[in-house]
């Protein structure tokens, strides 16, 4: 899979919303863009996936721009339970024997009242 | 819809001691993941299974071993556990031919004492 950049850690306020920048240089043209939210001690649950332009569920968007170097998860309105570690992976896997799955390093969210 | 089951969802051990941890995947998923997360940790890859053949290895020590059943349910098997063995294992599934996506289980916590 293709290796990937986020920040760290961010911080907001409720009602606000949120983008997360996941840079990934290196993607192939067959590579998804997938994010996942975790909450402490459980496990990643999926939120969204793109592979080029804009898509959008009930809780995320996922801008990719054109040369889909990079992608932004955006959460609109968050809230204290959106607190939580995002993390962006990207690669292959339709029919594809993908077998390692490699996490990066996911971004921390906090959201304050 | 149904997610992936892993059991059981806590478990206590002592120093060399041997544990299994079982993940019954999402139903005709054939690709399992076993993954280990320390505390405040990113997930780390440990192994994965495609059609009971193991796929990938990844940071799993010699000590671990599991496999993937008839049934596609995966037992992880850890042997002389130590205190650092003590993390969140969680697996995940997906069906290669259709499956995009991978759905993470709950995980399983795992304290050595």
């Known amino acids: 899979l293709a290796k990937t950049t986020q920040p760290i850690s961010m911080d907001s306020y409720e009602g606000q919303e949120v983008n997360i920048t996941c840079s990934h240089n290196n993607i192939a043209t067959n590579d998804y863009i997938t994010w996942y939210q975790q909450f402490p001690s459980q496990g990643p649950r999926f939120i969204i996936q793109?592979?080029?332009t804009k898509v959008t569920n009930e809780v995320a968007s996922l801008f990719i721009p054109a040369d889909r170097k990079s992608s932004t998860l955006s959460l609109p309105r968050v809230s204290l339970s959106d607190t939580a570690v995002y993390y962006c992976?990207?690669?292959?896997?339709?029919?594809?024997?993908?077998?390692?799955?490699?996490f990066g390093s996911g971004t921390r969210l906090s959201i304050r009242p | 819809a149904a997610g992936v089951i892993q059991s059981p969802r806590h478990l206590i051990k002592e120093k060399r001691e041997t544990a299994t941890l079982k993940c019954y995947p999402i139903?005709?998923?054939?690709?399992v993941y076993w993954y280990q997360q320390g505390p405040g940790q990113d997930p780390q890859f440990l192994i994965s299974f495609y059609e009971k053949m193991q796929s990938d290895k990844g940071s799993i020590p010699d000590r671990f071993s599991a496999q993937q059943f008839s049934d596609y349910h995966s037992e992880l098997n850890m042997s002389s556990l130590e205190l650092g063995d003590s993390a969140l294992y969680f697996c995940?599934?997906?069906?290669?031919?259709?499956?995009?996506?991978?759905?993470f289980g709950e995980g399983s916590w795992l304290t050595v004492v």
């Open positions: 992976l990207v690669g292959e896997l339709l029919y594809s024997s993908a077998s390692k799955i490699i």
């Open positions: 139903p005709r998923h054939d690709t």
């Open positions: 793109g592979y080029k």
């Open positions: 995940a599934s997906r069906r290669r031919e259709t499956g995009n996506t991978i759905y």
